[in-house]
């Protein structure tokens, strides 16, 4: 019981006060400079795939400082994250199946 | 009583050391994503599948207020996108505050989040009047072609007496070119689900689908946001100090971010 209340009050610690506030809105800075670039980008005329990449790891980025930091999702126990988390990678199977499939369901359908 | 150690599975304390209601917000927020996602995936396929024919962000959002017809891309959107992150930073200081049980503070920050929160569903009726509205000239929905090749689907005019047209995969013609396309077309004007004037049906239907979708968890957000700041300023849990509900809307609040910088991404950037 003594652990758990020492993690809780680390967690604590970094959640609030002076610091975590400064901290936050560091985030916020981080995540509007990025939703900066990424306008910026939109408007240059570099490779098409290179730049979508770039865009969702940027995508990426965003998402982990919003559920990190603004979700404190950094400062639960590990085992909840994880079981937070992890469902996500089935998407990589539906984004595998929808286009497989899906070619395979218009070929089917329109013949093309 | 053992004096073993004994794993945080064993029972008699929560195994995550976070209270109920957060936790049953968090398997929401994941069953939530998986909805969003699955909408996103499928708009991803599609779009792939009609890629010659889809039109560009940057070509269909160029509005902005005050400078009417003037072409200013994407840049309201990125003031939406700020708008909404800097009212998840408001949110998330209510949260901070809710901790150090400073009543006051939960007021002012959750206040900010409520304002933010109208800030976004305002612009994004004006984005969505505007879409609907469409440009001053306007397309044409190509019903019958001479080649058959792109009946059904859209073109745009390429002068402003409306005499040439650019066919969907983006080839110029010239006026006499033109003339057999126009015979057979009728004007377009602004986006419905049937028809619009930017591109496939699918795409105004998926727009007003997910940015739809979206704009309402920002509605019930900013509704549920009112009434817990109703509650807070009452005194509903001044007897008890625990703010805990805070921390539960604050989690959907940034979760709905988290779903507009994917929704951004793919509607916008992509």
Partial sequence: ?112 | MTTEKLSIWAGGKSPFSIHWGKLYMWIFLVSDAFTFSSLLISYGVLRHKFLEVWPHAYEVFVHFPLFGEKSVPLAYVGLMTFILILSSVTMVLAVEASHRKSKKEILIWLSLTIIGGFFFLGSQAWEWTHFIMGSEQGAIHLIKTPDNKFNGQIAHWTNEDRTAIILPDRTVLSPSQSTPYIANSEKVEGANLEVNEYGPPMFADYFFGVTGFHGFHVFSGVAINIIVLILVWKGSFDKSGNYGIIENIGLYWHFVDLVWVFVFTCFYLV
Avoid: C
Wanted: no cysteine; hydrophobic share 55%.
């Fill in chain 1, 1 to 112: 019981m003594e652990t758990n209340q020492a993690a809780h009050d680390a967690a604590h610690s970094q959640t609030v006060g002076p610091a975590a506030r400064k901290r936050l809105w560091k985030v916020f800075w981080l995540l509007l400079a990025i939703t900066l670039v990424e306008v910026a980008l939109a408007f240059t005329h570099i490779n098409k795939d290179l730049l979508n990449t770039v865009f969702f790891a940027f995508t990426i980025v965003k998402a982990y400082y919003i559920v990190g930091y603004f979700m404190h999702l950094k400062t639960e126990r590990s085992e909840l994250a994880w079981i937070l988390l992890l469902p996500f990678v089935l998407l990589l199977y539906f984004i595998f199946m929808a286009l497989y499939e899906g070619t395979a369901f218009h070929h089917v359908l329109f013949g093309s």
